[in-house]
């Protein structure tokens, strides 16, 4: 994690300042906004509805330091502000980030994911986790045949036989491409199942023994991540899921990275 040690080491160049700045909440309200773009004080009144006796003695406070300096009216960050807003965003990314995604890294083989792909795990910070519910048993499930069914291509590594799942592939396989790659130890159970007639499917083999796996698809407008628990089960009730562009790139690229290192033949 190179990039999100860089985070947190970057941590202790700024923690003064960090300790100065979340002590008051219209500072922090004045430096985001000032980080966005620069400024004057109507328009931070009027954004903020804070009172200008309360924006000036900040400002003045962040002029002293040399944090904020005023120009033709306008105030802007100082370069050095800006680099510490920008570290103090990625640690609150990341902080959230963490949060979330705290149910999947306990108890679950997390570790097959490619180095490269856990370097930028940071980008993740639009994700979200899907949990079933005693109610909804079948929550995760659901959600994966939906996403499919609205896909206008698909790249997913399959690490179980799951008949509905290989049912919509056949499906969708009649109107679009699908890059899909399985353990060799469930190859037979998967190929009585799926149509390789279909010349939109691609089919890739890895070896389950070498390669912890995991679940992840891939579409167009999505991508969704599962684990297996410690104990070698499928955890159905949890999946972490984001829209977002950042997102579908990293997973589009852990497809390809675990494609590069595990896929020995294909079909």
């Not at 590069?260 to 033949?265: A, D, L, P, S, V």
Request: a negative charge; aromatic letters at 10%.
């Amino acid at each position: 994690m190179i990039e999100t040690l860089k985070t947190v080491k970057n941590y202790e160049t700024i923690e003064k300042d960090v300790k100065f700045l979340p002590k008051s909440l219209i500072r922090l309200r004045i430096l985001k906004m000032l980080y966005d773009y620069p400024r004057d004080m109507k328009e931070m009144n009027h954004e903020t509805k804070f009172h200008y006796s309360a924006i000036s003695t900040h400002i003045h406070g962040l002029e002293l330091n040399g944090q904020v300096y005023k120009e033709n009216n306008r105030y802007f960050l100082s370069n050095s502000m800006k680099l510490q807003m920008d570290n103090l965003l990625k640690i609150n990314n990341l902080m959230n980030l963490l949060e979330i995604i705290s149910p999947i890294l306990q108890g679950h083989k997390v570790m097959s994911i490619p180095r490269d792909c856990v370097e930028n795990i940071h980008y993740l910070d639009n994700i979200e986790l899907i949990e079933s519910s005693g109610f909804d048993v079948y929550k995760a499930y659901e959600f994966i045949e939906k996403s499919l069914l609205k896909a206008k291509s698909v790249n997913a590594i399959l690490p179980f036989s799951y008949n509905e799942f290989n049912m919509l592939f056949n499906r969708l396989s009649k109107r679009i491409d699908i890059d899909l790659l399985i353990p060799e130890d469930i190859k037979d159970i998967l190929l009585r199942n799926l149509d390789t007639s279909k010349s939109n499917l691609r089919i890739g083999y890895f070896n389950g023994d070498e390669a912890a796996p995991f679940l992840l698809i891939c579409t167009d407008e999505k991508v969704i991540l599962g684990f297996f628990k410690d104990d070698g089960t499928y955890d159905q009730n949890r999946l972490l899921t984001s829209e977002d562009d950042d997102c579908i790139i990293w997973g589009n690229e852990l497809f390809k990275n675990f494609k590069k290192e595990n896929i020995k033949m294909s079909h």
